[in-house]
């Protein structure tokens, strides 16, 4: 809750600053958009697949396990190593990508090539963006640190810096280039408060970790061998969208659509998904440690039913009223009402994928914990595969959407392989009393999505009473989010006491899912 809270304050800044960025720099008719969320999105790419995904799962296993069988004192210094050697290779990794960057724009944003000025602008905001990088990957093992102590807030809080700053940065602006340029330096900035913020917040928390020169010791050695199958697993999300955003270069405003649809969907994945994810990772991985298989099935049902309580509302909203949602917070000045159609229907596809996204990484970490990470890969790669055919084959034959529609079926298919691995090999099966409780919270959200798609139909009449899109739209929001928990707990989802237990940092016995 710590954390998903951090997260919340942190999407709604980045709503607002979501909301300048559409006003002053647009769409499909901006030059500027396409090649800043480029910008923005390339590094963050890398971050999701390298820090928050790879070595996230490869060093808070191996961290916890440290600190509960050595010491602190020998978990931070195989901290210290890793840190030196992997802020080296993103070092590395970004002045490699800055000096290829012409040549790397021409795979990725190909479908610029056309427009010399916009691929121009494109390659210089990327360039200038990617020492988001080290900083990313430098606060993600922080972050990792005070995570396995028991430490969430600074770990959720961190990322609104890159909100606010950025935000700070564009509001002033009113030209579309000179925005973009001013998002994009904003990038760099937070990433270095934000590296800065969680290393000073580790070391209040007791960790002794600091930079050294780099060494391969064997320690490091291993931790490489287990990130770089995750690089693969924990991210396959991140590369399907690499896919999309390859065949959106070929459409004028495509990667503004989609970026507007990530905002949304991917607010369910941060605030259940990884935050469930991040917690439950430390917890199987000390449970393991200690032997208590009980304490591991316990954990893994507790964060199914808590995800996907949080998950499957938003989904409903998304299908219900994909539009409504993304018009109303998002079309004026240069983001006009097709713009909002069309990222609507992306909102729309991604949104039956939303509990696929979440639940990929409430199923992950069982497999993390126990130090398996081939096996996630080979099912990430299997997803791939099926994304990157079903993209182009269905953005060739049915239009921009089809990439929306592979990333979900390829989430999907990654899902129903991980769950029939982790029941043949006897590490996790649902009972029937979670099955139970998954099938109450899916009819308690089937009932707020045909509440919210009355309201779409309603949506002139409330429009006109209000006055104002924007407010029509929260206020639609603020009653589902009213609406939904009665649903939960009439329909026995969820009990008051349960959710109140799963907040308790430390919980004197923690309860089973109850019938």
């Known amino acids: 809750m710590t954390f998903a809270s ?47 995904g790879a070595f996230a799962a490869a060093f808070v296993p191996a961290y916890s396990r440290k600190l509960g069988a050595e010491g602190e004192e020998e978990a931070d210094r195989m901290a210290t190593d890793a840190l030196a050697a992997v802020a080296a290779a993103s070092v590395i990794l970004t002045i490699l990508c800055q000096l290829a960057m012409p040549w790397i724009m021409r795979f990725y944003s190909h479908g610029y090539l056309a427009d010399p000025a916009k691929f121009k602008l494109t390659v210089i905001l990327t360039q200038v963006t990617m020492p988001y990088l080290p900083c990313m990957v430098i606060a993600s093992l922080f972050a990792g640190v005070l995570n396995a102590r028991g430490r969430f807030f ?77 690089a693969l697993a924990n991210s396959a999300t991140q590369i399907n969208l690499v896919i999309s955003g390859v065949l959106a270069s070929q459409v004028a405003g495509m990667r503004s659509w989609m970026n507007y649809a990530d905002r949304l969907y991917q607010l369910p994945w941060s605030l259940a998904g990884v935050a469930i994810g991040i917690a439950l990772l430390p917890r199987l991985s000390q449970a393991l440690q ?63 994928g939303v509990p696929a996204f979440v639940l990929l990484r409430i199923l992950q970490p069982a497999f993390f914990a126990r130090g398996d990470t081939r ?17 182009v084959t269905l953005f060739y034959t049915i239009g921009f959407y089809g990439v929306a529609i592979a990333t979900s079926t390829a989430a999907w298919l990654n899902v129903i392989q991980m769950w029939i691995t982790l029941k043949r090999r006897g590490l996790y ?87």
């Open 6 to 52: 951090l997260t919340l304050v942190s999407r709604v800044a980045g709503g607002a600053r979501d909301f300048v960025v559409a006003k002053v720099i647009g769409a499909s008719q901006s030059m500027a958009a396409d090649a800043y969320f480029t910008a923005l999105t390339f590094p963050n790419l890398f971050r999701r697949i390298f820090a928050e």
């Open 154 to 230: 600074i770990s959720g809080l961190y990322p609104i810096l890159l909100n606010l700053i950025m935000l700070a940065l564009i509001l002033p602006q009113h030209d579309p280039v000179r925005a973009a340029w001013a998002a994009s330096i904003g990038v760099v900035i937070a990433g270095v408060a934000q590296a800065g913020l969680v290393w000073w917040a580790a070391a209040r928390a007791g960790a002794r970790i600091r930079l050294v020169w780099p060494r391969l010791t064997t320690e490091v050695v291993r931790l490489l061998r287990v990130a770089g199958p995750a």
């Open 290 to 352: 200690a032997k208590d298989h009980d304490d591991v099935k316990r954990a893994m049902d507790q964060g199914l039913v808590m995800a996907l309580s949080l998950t499957l509302p938003a989904a409903a909203a998304m299908i219900a009223m994909p539009v409504f949602l993304i018009d109303g917070l998002f079309t004026g000045r240069s983001f006009l009402h097709q713009d909002a159609v069309n990222s609507g229907i992306l909102l729309l596809h991604y949104g039956w």
């Open 375 to 391: 096996t996630p890969t080979v099912f990430a790669l299997v997803s791939v595969a099926v994304n990157a055919i079903l993209s």
């Open 429 to 515: 099966s649902a009972d029937a009393v979670v099955w139970s409780r998954m099938l109450r919270i899916l009819a308690a959200s089937a009932g707020l999505g045909l509440i919210l798609f009355g309201a779409v139909l309603l949506r002139p009449q409330i429009e006109a009473v209000v006055h104002y899109k924007e407010i029509a739209i929260i206020l639609v929001c603020i009653a589902g989010a009213a609406i939904y928990p009665a649903l939960l707990f009439a329909s026995g989802g969820l009990t008051i006491a349960e959710f109140k237990a799963a907040l308790r940092r430390k919980p004197k016995d923690p309860p089973p899912i109850a019938p």
